[in-house]
């Protein structure tokens, strides 16, 4: 069967042979060889080149397909680790290489195309920008100041701060918000109300564990006495408060 080869300009023997590869969808990994061989042949016949210089390195691949191809047909060498060894090992090396550069190279050309696209404008700094002065001398400000000097007024101002420092507060820890259950410390209180009958106000305090229990649990215990669920007495001024509930009995 005949095949029809369609000239094009390739820079190299290795760009000729990717172009037969992609053509005809081959693994890069495992390269017919006598195929490719073939078809390779059949280009280089219809060259038309006078350059022959550009021509021997085209035949000096060809010489070397068919030398792949006919150690294909021998049996295969086994290296020293026991592996057999790939005749076209080195060529699919040559080839994985020359194809990341060709595609590097047609990234670097995008980004020459690109940058071509690409205008400046030129310098028009308005004169009276450019003849402005500023007000301060720099060169007088900083006068024979030298690191040395700078480092220890930097110092100073490190060492003020620290004074401003207070060093009982800055040790605090941070404030959270202790949050109570308002319903769950109600139902609880009524529970201890059904269960004493009669007790000590102080001694329903004596069982909450922080400031905002007690204002919660002061809070519900008004709301009862609001209700009528209990009665409050007290024989005297700041004595202890003495709870009843309506309900006992």
Known sequence: MSLEVKLQVFEGPLDLLLHLIDKNQIDIYDIPIATI???????????????MEVTSEFLVMAATLIDIKCKMLLPKEVNEEGEEEDPRAELV????????????????????????????????IPKE?????????????????????????????????EDKVDPIRS??????KEEVDMDAKTLYIKAYIREHSRFSFRQLLEKQ??????????????EEMKLGEIEIEQESTFGDIIITSKKAG
């Open 129 to 161: 920008v450019r003849e402005y002065e500023a007000p301060i001398d720099m060169t007088g400000l900083i006068g024979d100041a030298t690191l040395s000097k700078l480092n220890e007024i930097f110092q100073d101002l490190l060492k003020r701060q």
């Open 37 to 51: 061989t073939e078809q390779y042949m059949e280009y280089i016949n219809a060259m038309q080149r006078d350059d």
């Open 209 to 222: 564990h922080s400031k905002t229990e007690i204002i919660v649990t002061f809070l519900v215990m008004l």
């Open 93 to 124: 090396e040559k080839l994985l290489e020359y194809k990341m550069y060709k595609y590097m190279a047609f990234e670097l050309k995008d980004r020459q195309m690109d940058a071509a696209m690409q205008w400046f404008r030129s310098r028009n």
């Open 171 to 176: 040790k605090f820890g941070n404030i959270e």
